[in-house]
């Protein structure tokens, strides 16, 4: 362990723009790669991890458990990420986060992870780089706990900035920052638009469907794929219009993969703010709920903001820093 003993990691939570779903691995390993072009945002997790004066656990979240032994803790992911780290008691591990961390489709279960592997490789005096803690959240979560879902969120988290990330059969995974002028930055900026449908869900349930209908749906993955290929270009000439357009056929495509990741209510708050002005946009994360992002002309935003106002407006920046250590104490 290094000398001190407290230490708090800062991991952004993220959207999507397109390609999300190609990041499954029953996708990218027989039809790959999977390419998906996302961006951290400035909402974070926060978790902070203390030495215990005694030698029990104790995991403050939603709950708070005290426990005497690592196998004892019921959060999946702090259990095996302190056994990974070899990690054995005498710790305390709070977390806080800026946005409600369940269903809201911003990549709230890998940010924690993310924050949480940065905090304790902290804690036992290592440095670990962003690629390091990304492929520790996916092996975590995708291969010792066998949860479904892709793995761009605990990359993005891990990097921020705007990144596009191609999948590759081969378990690797290349990232790369989409170029952008600062104008075109701003100009992003400006056109974005993140309203709180108050309707959470499981990832995990809708990432479960997806798997099976994978075989049948290939082709719609493909064209998803094709779109995240070129969307970095759309960037950064700064053509917001023709972002919007393509983020709206790949919602429509994304939307036929699977029941539950729209319904109703939601193809028609995402109607009506296609009638209001939106050039297109999508439910950020595996659907079903959440956060829609839309893609708007800047003028036309507060009409828009007033035509959709039973829902909540978050306001956000980007995040180009990603998963850091923000406080170091004894």
């Given amino acids: 362990m290094s ?18 779903g190609t990041d499954i691995a029953d996708f990218y390993r027989n039809h790959g790669p999977g390419i998906c072009v996302s961006a951290a945002i400035n909402k974070y997790i926060f978790v902070l991890v203390n030495k215990k004066f005694d030698s029990h656990i104790r995991v403050s979240y939603s709950q708070t458990e005290i426990v005497d032994s690592i196998d004892k803790i019921r959060h999946p992911t702090v259990r095996e990420a302190l056994k990974l780290l070899n990690i054995d008691g005498g710790i305390e591990i709070v977390s806080i986060s800026d946005i409600p961390s369940q269903g809201t489709g911003l990549g709230s279960s890998s940010t924690f992870l993310v924050s949480l592997l940065n905090a304790l490789h902290a804690y036992i005096g290592e440095f670990a780089s962003a690629r390091r803690l990304a492929e520790e959240a996916v092996k975590i979560e995708r291969e010792i706990l066998k949860e479904a879902g892709g793995k761009q969120d605990q990359y ?71 779109i995240a290929s070129e969307f970095p270009a759309i960037l950064n000439r700064g053509d917001i219009e023709e972002a919007g357009r393509l983020m709206d056929l790949n919602w429509k495509l994304k939307s036929s993969l699977a029941d539950g990741i729209t319904d109703h209510t939601i193809s028609e708050l995402y109607s009506r703010a296609k009638e209001a002005g939106a050039y297109g946009g999508k439910l950020v994360g595996a659907g079903g709920g959440g956060f829609l992002l839309l893609v708007v002309d800047p003028d036309k935003r507060e009409n828009i903001v007033n035509k959709m106002k039973e829902l909540r407006e978050e306001k956000f920046g980007f995040d180009f820093t990603g998963s850091s250590i923000i406080y170091v104490g004894d």
């Fill in 3 to 20: 000398g001190n003993s407290m230490f708090m990691a800062r991991s952004p939570l993220r959207i999507t723009f397109v390609g999300g």
């Fill in 156 to 226: 993005i988290s891990a990097f921020g900035g705007i990144r596009s990330f191609t999948f590759n059969q081969d378990e690797s995974v290349t990232v790369k920052p989409v170029i952008m002028h600062e104008s075109n930055i701003r100009k992003l900026q400006e056109s974005l638009l993140l309203l709180f449908t108050g309707k959470t869900r499981s990832s995990v349930e809708i990432h479960k469907r997806q798997s099976l209908n994978m075989k049948e749906k290939i082709e719609t993955y493909q064209k998803m794929r094709d």
